[in-house]
């Protein structure tokens, strides 16, 4: 049994993401600090934090909505990366090894997201 949300491999994932998001958007130009770069840390650091606000919600219920909340920042997220990739606003290495993170992320939060849907249908009680 995991004592606490750092001991989830998704949010584990997602903080490193995270960090490697803050690392790459500084390297973007300054006139998008206020603009895409702030959107882009503002996704980032909403996925690791709903995963871990849900996982101490009391009840599984919450623990989905917010893993939901997660996978919506997760989109958000790679469609800001994607434009930055686009428009030539990174290193394009950089932005892809982040992506295929992003896309990990993506796939244990959908994978979290139906085993708890499950044990909901099932009757369960809350054990994340």
Not at 29 to 53: C, W
Not at 98 to 123: F, N, P, T, Y
Request: charged residues 30%.
């Amino acid at each position: 049994m995991l004592r606490t949300f750092k001991e989830l491999k998704v949010w584990a994932k997602a903080y490193d993401v995270c960090l490697k998001v803050y690392a790459a958007t500084r390297t973007l130009p300054s006139d998008e600090r206020f603009g895409l770069t702030a959107q882009i840390r503002r996704a980032a650091v909403s996925i690791p934090s709903n995963i871990a606000e849900g996982y101490n919600r009391g009840s599984t219920r919450d623990y989905v909505r917010f893993l939901l909340t997660a996978s919506g920042s997760v989109a958000e997220l790679e469609t800001q990366l994607l434009l930055c990739r686009d428009l030539k606003l990174g290193h394009e290495a950089e932005l892809a090894r982040i992506l295929d993170g992003v896309s990990e992320v993506e796939r244990m939060l959908k994978a979290m997201i139906r085993s708890l849907r499950r044990k909901l249908q099932a009757g369960s009680p809350r054990s994340p």
